[in-house]
Each structure stands twice: as C-alpha cells, then as structure tokens.
C-alpha cells in the first residue's frame, strides 16, 4: 500500500492525499481487526456484538468507534493477557513535545486537521493513540466523505499526513507482531505465508498435522494465535480485503458483505451467514441449570426438570445409570449427532441418581448457545464457556464460607473439589453441550487433572476430542423408542390419522431414527394437514440443518471435510475400501483417509460398520448426508468429489443388511462394470485401478482380476498371471491360486514357471498327495521332452527336493504315483532305490502298467545312466 502511495505521490498532490487517507482507513481497520481478534468469546457475545456491527458498517467512523469500545467496554475484560502491549499503544497517555511514535502521530495528525480547516478538533496537550483513530474518521469524513477539498489543501496537508502514518506503521505492535497466513492442505499440514514479523516459530504447522486451525491471517500474541475477523488474504498474500458495509441478504447468495482491497480497488463479497443472530441479550435455554442448588431425592442438584415427552430408552438409560453409580470411569461421555436425545437422556438418568442418593450434590453446567425447538433452531444464552465461568458458577452453588475472603480462587477450589476423596460428600458435575465451550480440549484437560473418584463428570457432546474418558455413543431411536415418539407426538398434534404404517416405515429408514428431525417433520404435517411427501422431508429444512451440523463441520480437518462431502454425494453405504480407491486417483491431493475417517466418527457424522471379516461399510445418516449435499454444492472440491462418487458408484449400491454378505458382491459388481466397458471400447484404466486398491487390501479380490484378464488376448494373460502372483505374495498357501497360476502358465507355454508353481504348491503343508505327485510327473515329462533347462546344480536339489516331499507322505501314494516317486530316483542315478520303490507298488498293485514298465527296463537295462 505504501508503494501505492509513492507511486500517487509522484503524479499529484491530490492523488498523494487521497491514497495516504485510503492507507489511513487500512491502517485502522486492520488494528481494529487485531484488537478484536485478542478477544476471547465469552456468555454475554461482547466481541460477537462489535463484529456484527462492523459487517453493517459502512463508514470508517464506526470502525473507530468498534476500536474504542473494545478498548475500554465491556469487551476489555476478555481481552487475553498476552495482547496487552497492543492495547497498551492505543491507552497509554503523551504529553505534548514527547519525542514517542504516538504522540508524533497524534501531533502530525493534528497538523494535517488544521491545514484542511482551522475549526477542527486540535490535539489536547495529553493523549492517547484513541484520539488519532477518532480523529483520522473526522478527518476522512471532512474530505473524503462529506467535502470538497482543494488542490492546496491538499498540498498543505499531505506532509503531515505522512509523517503520521508513517510513524503508526513503524511504531504501532500490530505491525510488528508476527503475522501470517495459514491454509490447511489436505494432507492436514499447513501452508505457512508470512505477512510480517518472524513466523519461524510457528514453521512446526508445515510438518504436524494434529493442529485445528481455519483458513486465514492469524496474528501471534506471543504463542497464542489468533485468527483476525474481517480481514481476507489468500497463499500467495498479493492482495488483502477488509470488510466495508454493504451487507444485504440476496435470495439466492444468502447474506453477505463486500469487502475492500485498498491496494487493488477491487471488492469482493464474503458470507455473513455467521452474523445473523441478533446482538442483543438472548434468552438462557430451556436446559439451563437452576440458580442454587435444592434438595431433589436424597441429593443436592440443580438439574432442569425433565423435558416433556421424553421416550423411554431403557437400553442406555441402564448403562448410564451403571456407568454413574460405580467407583470406576471418572469421566463419562454421551456423545452424538445434534438433536440426537444426549440432554433429555442425561436428564432423566440424573433425576433417579438423584432420588437414590448416590452423590450429595449434582451440579449442572450448561454451554447451549442453541436451543432445538419443534419450530426450529433458536440461540440462546449459555450459562458457562470458559473454565473460569463454571468456576464462578461453582462457587456460587457450594457457597464456600470462605469465598470472600481475599486471596480466594474460585479456580482452585473447583480444582481442590474435583480431586477431594470423600464418600459423604461425593460430586457429580455435568457439563452440557462440552463442544460450545471456549476450548472444549483445555477445559477437558484441566478437569480430567483434577477428577478422582468417588466423584464424577459426566459430559454431553456432538463432537469428541480428548481421551481417558468412557464413552456412550448415542444414536437414533430404536424401531420401538421410534414408534412410540411418533405416536405421542401425532396424537398430541390430532395428526394420528394422516400416518399409516407403510409411511411411518419411511419415515424411520429416512430420519435414522432421529428423534428432533421427527419431531418437526410431524410438526410441518400438522401445518399442511397431510403426511409429508418423502421427497420433500428436508425441503426448506436448512436452518435446523445447520443448528445440527455446521459447527461439527467447520472443525473438520479438510481431509475429513473431502471425505464427508464424497460420503455424502451417493446415499448408500460405502465400503470403505471402495472410497480410500477413489480417494488415491492421481487428480487427489495425498490425504489421511484413516485420521479423516476417524474424526468424522468422533464427530458422529459418520457411522461404521463391519463384516465377519472385518471389512468396514461407512454410513452417513440421511440428516447429515443431506447437509453434506448443501455444502458439496458450493464447494471448491465439487468436481474432485463428484469424480469420486462416480467411481465409488460403480461397486454398487448397498443396504445395511448387504453388509453381512462383505466386499464380494462388490468386488463381482465391478468386474461386470469394467468387463462391460472393455466390451463397449471404453477406457476402463480408472475403474481397474480403484479394484487393483481394493486387492491390495482384500486380496480375494486378486482373483478375480486375474479371471477378467483370462477372458482376454495374450498379453491379458500375462496380466493375469501378475495378478494370481499378487495374491499369492499376501497368501501363499492358498492352494486355488497355485493351481489357477499353474493353469495360466501352461496357456502361456512358460514350461519353468508352470514346474515351479508345482512344486511350491506341493511344498504347502497337508496338500492333497497327488499335487507331490503331479509335480514329480511334470518333471519327468518336461525332462523327457528337454523342454526344460536346467544346470545340473538345480536339476539335483529339485529331484532332491521332490523325492523328499514324496518320501515323508510315502504311505498316502497310489501304487501309479510310486511309478513317478521310483522315476525321480532313476533321475538322481539311485537305481536301488528305484528298484525298491517299484518293488513295494507290485506289491499293491501286481498288474499296474507304468510299474510293469519301470520293472522291464530296470531288468533290461540296470546300469543305464538314466
């Protein structure tokens, strides 16, 4: 920007100031932006209140307004210990003369204001840097904004101009503060493009993968990063755009804003999907603990009551149950999807705890910031996020004798209850919807520090990033919990008689059994008095689509983010194999398909399933498949992913009760797939490739392969016999596959090739007698014909070897396969045992001819060199 500004200052005065006033306004939104992103979020949305108002903003007087609010408002007291030096820059009073980087702004500044028009506002004689960003509004909007300034104006005022914003940039810590931006590559490393400062210390990002950061300019207020609202860049850092007003909610494009790129002159326009919710006091949820603890049972609590309707889910109601009784498992969590039953469960397994007295006091901690109500999503007001407020919220509940007492922390008394072994006064503390709080990893952290037995956490989330707890999947209703929720809810709707049992069938394979999705879809019937269409269930549903999954899907890693929105394309289980084959087509990027996979489950997004055998199936639920299909419609991987989907098509469809009969009939259906396109002339390279993957991993299907290329020209049989071999590698006393590579090299006419396979296979352990004796047979023919050639060195040890195979399982030989046993000998110039060998099958067999034979011309000729 400031090459901008040399450039204009070489062409005119007027060009010069107005780009130093454009530099001006760059300067003050991106601290803005860096103030704001030192903000931590807390219950009551301060930051969120600030950034909502900056969407709409369309002047850069209320961008200075946004800096000092932040300042020295509400929000101040969330700003992290860390951007202190920051804020200091802006608070810090200078007396008039004093030769700081902030009071020649302030000064200079105050110059520039007088030449344009004496009647302005002077600088006091103290200050602090909130009277430049004040005043640097005033300024712009006496001439940019609202007058009509001359060229000497200009001219006069310019210089000082300068001077002033040239001592903001060099002096100011936000432009000194490392700065960076950050892109996530599939791979789940990170590309590293510095802005400014020394980002060396964070160069670990480009090589470690278990980092959860967006897209974005991060700032480093010491190692802290932080991501800065409002402010665009990309890898290659050749353009920044800042936010500048314009918000409108389009039809079609949802709402967004326009952002500014002062360097460019160009705009664009960003989403503003996340600045929706009013920036007013919302109300608490419905699940929000009670303000004080009471007696219920034989307890202390301050559980909500129990939600209306709950069904009955006897199942996990007793293993929960079990789980908070015993003296073992300190933490356990109920995780699932959105929406799913983990509150309501909860609730109703703690009020029984409670009447039976198994802990003197259960204290409930509530992050809902969003309530899933029959007429949609509503956000709400949580009670705690970070671990300082349940810390408070804690205190406030036990009432402490010491709790004013000066020097008292309410974080360590928390910690010291946590950790205090006391059967008479054993705690159960549950925190609601853990995913929203702060830093759901940091809190879990220092509560899994702290939490002995006999007391207990229990937490409910969608989404499970920590470990060492006992977790309690939670997932769609059963046929029966299902039917019962759809009965009750209808009758109390007066909808019982639009449902029969064909459409409560569908209704349950398309919810998945998920109980708040039921309950709108039932609700929405009651509106239109008919049943819903099935085709129409999610239509218009987008808004509890979100509440359900956005958060979960903003922190997937992209890799996990690519393989949700491949899932989702196609609505069929998909084998696993079949997807990680479509992911390693050369058009993709590298990605951990396993850490992707495994994320999408901790998430509940996904579900996986698995065969005798251990072959996985992933299902995505129809609730989240849906919103995966919204999101692949705007996203950068689109066409990658319909590849992919294409792909994974062609195994074929399946159904839950599919999995049971495992990857064959997928295997069987691709192989007509790439049959069918060898018939018709169509390439078929991709499709082979994707089956090859899945040998590699399932090598039954090796086999198959092996059959397809058997169908074709010679040279497919050479393919063919790789293929046999592949198989082979993996398992290599699989006796079919011995006899089919036999098979295959007698077609191919590879005479030592076809011998060897015989001989390995009669090597395997208990194979059948007459394999060792074929294999003998084959070599006498082969060396009768001298169709195989061999030094004599190797000729001996495969005699050797094939007499002594034939030897150890002598007893099994018919009296014909003793025939070959006594040749084998004759070849090895051992006529005595030749001899003995033929002497012992006359003797079971007196008329066999190939004996009869042996006998004539070992008495014709015995010292024959044979």
């Avoid at 009784?325 to 356990?332: G, S, Y």
């Avoid at 009447?355 to 409930?364: E, P, Q, T, V």
Wanted: with cysteine.
């Amino acid at each position: 920007m400031w090459e901008r500004v040399e450039q204009s200052k070489q062409d005119s005065d007027v060009a010069y100031f107005h780009d130093l006033m454009l530099l001006g306004e760059l300067l003050v939104k991106f601290t803005t932006s860096a103030i704001l992103a030192s903000v931590e979020n807390d219950r009551d949305r301060q930051r969120y209140k600030i950034e909502y108002q900056l969407v709409r903003a369309d002047g850069i007087g209320e961008w200075s307004r946004a800096l000092e609010e932040v300042i020295t408002g509400p929000a101040n007291a969330y700003i992290i210990p860390e951007a202190r030096p920051l804020i200091r820059d802006f608070t810090e009073i200078f007396q008039s003369g004093d030769a700081s980087w902030q009071r020649v702004a302030i000064d200079k500044l105050s110059a520039a204001l007088q030449s344009i028009d004496p009647e302005l506002e002077k600088a006091p004689r103290k200050s602090n840097l909130q009277w430049w960003v004040r005043n640097f509004a005033t300024l712009r909007n006496r001439t940019r904004g609202h007058g009509a300034i001359t060229i000497g104006k200009c001219s006069a005022a310019a210089p000082a101009l300068e001077e002033s914003i040239l001592s903001l940039m060099t002096g100011c810590t936000a432009f000194i503060t490392p700065c960076m931006y950050l892109h996530r590559n599939i791979s789940g490393k990170f590309h590293l493009s510095t802005v400014s400062g020394d980002s060396s210390e964070f160069s670990y990002l480009k090589s470690e993968k278990d980092h959860t950061h967006e897209d974005g300019i991060y700032m480093a207020f010491d190692a802290k990063l932080r991501r800065l609202p409002l402010v665009y860049s990309d890898v290659d850092i050749q353009d920044f755009y800042l936010a500048n007003g314009g918000y409108k909610n389009g039809r079609d494009s949802g709402p967004t804003y326009e952002t500014l790129s002062y360097i460019s002159d160009t705009r664009r326009r960003e989403s503003a999907a996340d600045y929706q919710t009013p920036p007013e006091s919302l109300p608490s949820s419905e699940t929000e603990g009670l303000p004080s603890l009471d007696i219920e049972g034989q307890s202390f609590a301050n559980i909500p009551p129990p939600l209306n309707e709950y069904i009955k889910r006897p199942n996990l109601e007793a293993e929960v149950l079990s789980l908070l009784k015993d003296n073992r498992h300190p933490v356990v969590t109920l995780v699932g999807r959105g929406g799913i039953g983990k509150t309501s469960l909860a609730l109703e397994v703690l009020h029984r705890i409670a009447n039976d007295g198994d802990y003197f006091a259960i204290l409930w901690f509530s992050s809902r910031d969003i309530d899933l109500l029959p007429s949609g999503p509503k956000p709400v007001r949580p009670a705690v996020l970070s671990k300082e407020d349940i810390s408070k919220q804690f205190v406030e509940l036990m009432n402490p004798a010491n709790a004013k007492v000066k020097g008292f922390k309410a974080v360590e008394y928390l910690a010291q209850a946590l950790a205090e072994q006391d059967d008479d006064r054993r705690l159960l503390l549950v925190f609601d919807n853990f995913e929203t709080a702060s830093n759901p990893i940091e809190l879990y952290q220092f509560i899994d520090s702290y939490v002995r037995c006999p007391n207990k956490v229990l937490i409910t989330t969608r989404m499970r990033e920590f470990k060492a707890d006992f977790p309690v999947e939670i997932r769609g209703l059963k046929r029966d919990e299902f039917e019962d929720l759809v009965i009750s809810t209808s009758r109390k709707l007066g909808i019982y008689d639009l449902l029969n049992v064909a459409y409560i069938d569908s209704l349950f394979d398309e919810t998945d059994g998920h109980p708040y999705f039921v309950k709108i879809l039932l609700g929405e019937a009651r509106q239109e008095g008919k049943a819903i269409p099935l085709g129409r269930l999610f239509l218009n549903k987008e808004d509890s689509l979100r509440a359900l999954f956005e958060r979960s899907y903003g922190l997937l890693s992209p890799a996990a983010q690519r393989v949700f929105l491949t899932l989702s394309g196609w609505r069929s289980l998909v084998p696993r194999l079949a997807l990680e084959a479509a992911l390693i087509r050369p058009q993709n990027e590298n990605m951990d398909v396993d850490g992707a996979l495994s994320q999408l489950e901790r998430y509940s997004m996904i579900e996986v399933l698995a065969d005798d055998s251990g072959s996985e199936f992933l299902r995505t639920p129809m609730t989240a498949a849906v919103f995966g299909q919204s999101k692949l419609k705007v996203s950068p991987f689109r066409s990658l992913v319909l590849a992919d989907v294409e792909l994974i098509q062609q195994f074929g469809p399946m159904q839950v009760t599919d999995v049971s009969r495992g990857m064959q009939p997928r295997i069987e259906r691709m192989v007509r797939v790439i049959a069918s396109r060898r018939q018709a002339g169509q390439d078929f390279v991709p499709q082979m490739r994707a089956l090859e993957y899945v040998a590699s991993r399932y090598p039954e299907a090796w086999l198959r392969i092996a059959d397809f290329y058997m169908e074709g020209a010679r040279e497919d049989w050479e393919k063919a016999r790789t293929s046999i071999e592949r198989l082979l590698e993996i398992d290599s006393e699989r006796i079919s596959a011995w006899r089919k590579l036999i098979y295959v090299n007698q077609r191919l006419g590879d005479v030592s090739q076809e011998l060897n396979a015989r001989i390995v296979l009669a090597e395997i352990p208990d194979v059948d007698y007459s394999e060792i004796a074929d294999a003998a047979s084959h070599f006498a023919h082969a060396q009768k014909n001298q169709s195989l050639q061999l030094d004599p060195e190797a000729r001996a040890m495969m005699i050797d070897n094939l007499i002594r195979l034939m030897e150890e399982r002598r007893a099994e030989a018919t009296p014909t396969e003793l025939s070959r046993l006594a040749w084998l000998y004759l070849y090895s110039k051992d006529v005595s045992k030749a001899n003995e060998v033929v002497t012992d099958g006359l003797l079971q067999e007196p008329t066999n001819p190939h004996l009869a034979r042996l006998r004539e011309k070992l008495n014709e000729s015995p010292d024959v060199n044979w």
